[in-house]
C-alpha cells in the first residue's frame, strides 16, 4: 500500500469503529492529514472534551493521551505509540512536588499540561503555552509556584511583573538545548527572516525573538505575516507544514536538534494498526487520578477560556 492508499484505509476504518483521531501539530503531515483534529496541546484538550466518538485515538504523546482520558473517562483512549513519553513530564513526579509544596504553602501551584496525570492530582491549576500567560494573570493569588518548565517559567513571569513566581529546574531537552549562538547565526545567516520561537526555548534564545508562542501561535504568526521569511524554533515539523500551507513564503529550521522523537515514533501505519487493534495501547488511570487531575485541567479551560 502506498500512503494516499493506506490514508483512504485509515479514514474508511476510523468511521466504521467510530474513533476521533487527534494529532497534535508535531505529527508528521501524513498523519495530520487524516486527523479530524489537529492543534497544540490546549486546542487539542478542548477538542477532545467535546469528541462524541466511542474511541480517541491520540497521536502525540503519553501526557496529551492522558488528558483526553481524564476529560472523557467513559471513552476508549489510545495512545498511537506506547513509547512515546514526554522528557518533560517524566522529570518530576508526585512525590517530589508534594515535598517541595511543604516548602510553599502559601503557593499557587501551576502546572505545565506536560505532566503526567498522577502528578496533576497535587497541582492548582494547569497550563499551556498558549494559555499560560493569561492564567497566571488570572489567578488571584501573587506567589505562583510554576512546574516544571522555568523557561516557560520565566517567560510567563516576565510577562506578569506583578507575580512571585518560583521556578523549578525543569524543561524540555529538545527546545532548551537551542544555544543563543544559533540563534544569532540563523538570524545573521538569514537577515530578512523573522525569528519565531516556543517558550520552552531558553530565555536568552526568546529574548531574540520577533514572536514566542505555542506550536499554534507560531502557525498562525506565520500565516497571517506580510513577511515573507521566518526561521522557525519549534519541532522542525513545524517549519514543514508551515511551507505546505503558504508555498509563497519560506521557511528555516532553527537548529536541527529540534526534533523530538517521542513525537517522532508514530507511524501512518501504527495509526493504521491502532484501528485494526494490532498497536498502540489504550490509557487505563483509577478514578481518584482522573478526578484529582481533572479538577485541575477544568480550571484551566475555566480560566483558559
Ligand atoms: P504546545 O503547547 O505548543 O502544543 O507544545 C507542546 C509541546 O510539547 C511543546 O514541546
Ligand atoms: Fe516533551 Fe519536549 Fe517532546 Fe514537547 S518537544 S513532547 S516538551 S520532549
Known sequence: MNIAQLQQEIIKLKKEKDVCILAHSYQAREICEIADFTGDSYKLSVDAAGVTNSTILMCGVRFMAETCKILSPEK?????APSAGCDMADQMDRDYICEVKKQYPDHTVVAYINTTA????????CVTSSSAVKIVKGIENKNILFIPDCNLGAHVAQQCPDKNIKLLNGGCPVHANVTKEEAERAKALYPNAELLVHPECKPEVCALADY?????????YAVSSDKKEFIIGTEISIAEHLQYVCPDKTFRVLSLKLICPHMKATTLVDVYNCLTG???????LD?????????????????GG
Open 118 to 125: 498522577a502528578l496533576k492530582t497535587v497541582c492548582d491549576v
Open 278 to 284: 494490532k498497536g498502540g495501547e489504550e490509557i487505563t
Open 76 to 80: 476508549t483512549v489510545i495512545l498511537s
Open 287 to 303: 478514578d481518584a487520578t482522573v478526578e484529582g487531575a481533572r479538577r485541575c485541567i477544568d480550571e484551566m479551560i475555566r480560566l
Open 212 to 220: 514566542i508562542g505555542s506550536t499554534s501561535g507560531i502557525i498562525n
